[in-house]
């Protein structure tokens, strides 16, 4: 995050920028002060509170249609219960390994269907793994639809 915009058109010292910056450091905008931890009680806390524009939130909704629904790219999205969507394979993924799984970790589709999160079909490997591997497929000239059954 740049904070340059908070001097300008002021007069301050290297000093006093610095200090700022110090000040600024990590929070992912200013105004706010509060911890990580209270910040996800405050997110859990919503849950099924009236939203001044949509009406209730998460299971409580009254459009809810049990948590999952599909991207744009056609991803499934479950509800994780902290107020967002997360992509089911990672869900899956991290039920698995009983580990969140790193932001270096991709959940690659063996048979290419994105939508398709069977255990079997999953495969988790590093970001320079799953171009590799992508880069494979597509200069053999594989199929993915071989892979489905």
Known sequence: MKHGYYWLGKNRTEETKEKIRQALLGRTHPGIK?????REKMSLAKIGEKHPC????????????GGKKTNTEG??????????YRREQRVIAEGVLKRPLLDTEIVHHINGLRSDNRNS?????????HS???NKI?????????FRT
Not at 138 to 146: Q, Y
């Open 54 to 65: 949509w009406g209730k939130l998460g299971p409580l909704a009254i459009g809810w249609k």
């Open 121 to 129: 079909n999953l495969l988790i490997c590093t970001r320079s793994y």
């Open 138 to 146: 597509r200069k053999l000239g594989i199929n993915k639809a071989t």
């Open 34 to 38: 509060c911890s990580k931890e209270t």
């Open 132 to 134: 590799w591997l992508e």
């Open 75 to 84: 991803y499934i999205l479950a509800w994780s219960g902290k107020n967002k």
